[in-house]
């Protein structure tokens, strides 16, 4: 388990002049992810994680189209602006409508008015960052990254396209802004490990946020980019530690990976690891939750939450003691790679 401490604990973000708490806050879902989230209770989550000493907060304009940005930064006003630390992304701009009808889904119910487009250029990431600070109602943002500069999101010929302007644009934007002192860390924020390490050999970054691709169901990273991450001290967020969903939920019918519905093969594999947890008595939640912190590379862990209820559910799955014994019964039985690094007995710090 991590002590309640330890969760709270601030540590630096890799080479940076930035530091995070061990348990940080995703706001991804503040922005109507899948499905609308009250104005009250977005708010009353943002309150309750500080309160909690949850205090790393981080979103993107692409969350809501800016209704993630605006929630968080009405919610957090209140608090000294040293007490948190605001994590935000550059690559796309947000203009004045809806889009076309036909345009593909991202993912947002009910999100604002308007309509992300993408801009991996210097003067787009300046902008991108300007327009974050107005939302956000504050004079700095501690860690900025761009976003989403990933196949996955571009296909295999505009990833190579966006790759490239991003290197010769929005990056070098984000190193401008951190000589100055104006943030504190940069880096990127994507769904695959591959183009982290195409990044890191090109880029002086300080840290990567790796949403979905480290975790109790995925350890591919391993390969070379954690690896990479020790030896140049970059410092690695954990995002979407449960795989949007399916290792806190468990392998029922309508359970999401990936942002879709889970196929067979990861159901079926969830319900191996679901049951080694379970002869151990400890909720696959916690085991998801607390396993990413086993690694060196790793600062802090983000779960998303929508309410009040889910952030104190994260902090208590941080809670749970979780025996070495379970971590070599996953290897053992072949759902873990024997490479992984996992919390010592007791503790995950």
Not at 191 to 206: G, K, L, Q, W, Y
Request: charged content about 25%.
């Amino acid at each position: 388990m991590i002590a309640s401490s330890e969760a709270s604990r601030w540590t630096t973000l890799g080479r940076s002049a930035a530091k995070v708490t061990r348990l940080g806050f995703g706001a991804a879902p503040l922005g109507n992810l899948y499905a609308p989230v009250a104005g009250d209770e977005a708010l009353a989550a943002v309150h309750v994680a500080h309160a909690r000493h949850v205090r790393y907060f981080d979103t993107a304009p692409l969350y809501g189209h800016g209704m993630s940005e605006h929630r968080c930064g009405e919610a957090l006003r209140r608090y000294p602006r040293e007490s948190f630390v605001l994590s935000s992304k550059v690559g796309r701009l947000l203009r004045p409508g809806r889009g076309d009808p036909g345009d593909a889904w991202d993912g947002y119910a009910d999100a604002l008015p308007f309509r992300p487009v993408y801009d991996y250029s210097y003067d787009g990431a300046m902008r991108s960052f300007e327009d974050s600070l107005q939302r956000l109602g504050t004079d700095r943002i501690d860690i900025l990254l761009v976003h989403d500069i990933d196949v996955r999101t571009h296909g295999v010929d505009g990833q190579k396209r966006r790759f490239a302007e991003a290197v010769d644009g929005a990056f070098e934007a984000l190193r401008r802004l951190r000589d100055q002192g104006v943030v504190g860390a940069i880096g990127l924020g994507v769904n695959e490990a591959e183009v982290c390490t195409a990044v890191a050999n090109r880029v002086d970054i300080d840290c990567v946020l790796l949403a979905g691709r480290y975790s109790l169901l995925e350890q591919g990273a391993l390969d070379t980019f954690l690896p990479l991450c020790v030896t140049r001290k970059i410092g690695v967020i954990v995002g979407g530690p449960f795989n949007s969903g399916i290792l806190a939920t468990g392998a029922g019918a309508d359970a999401r990976y990936d942002y879709g519905l889970a196929p067979p093969a990861v159901l079926d594999r969830v319900r191996r690891i679901e049951a080694v947890c379970n002869r151990h008595a400890v909720p696959l939640a916690a085991a998801a939750l607390q396993f990413p912190c086993g690694h060196p590379a790793v600062a802090t862990v983000i779960p998303g939450a929508r309410t009040r209820a889910e952030v104190e559910q994260n902090v208590s799955l941080l809670q749970v003691a979780i025996p070495a014994d379970l971590w070599r019964e996953l290897k053992a039985e072949g759902l873990m790679r024997n490479d992984a690094p996992c919390p010592p007995d007791g503790s995950a710090a």
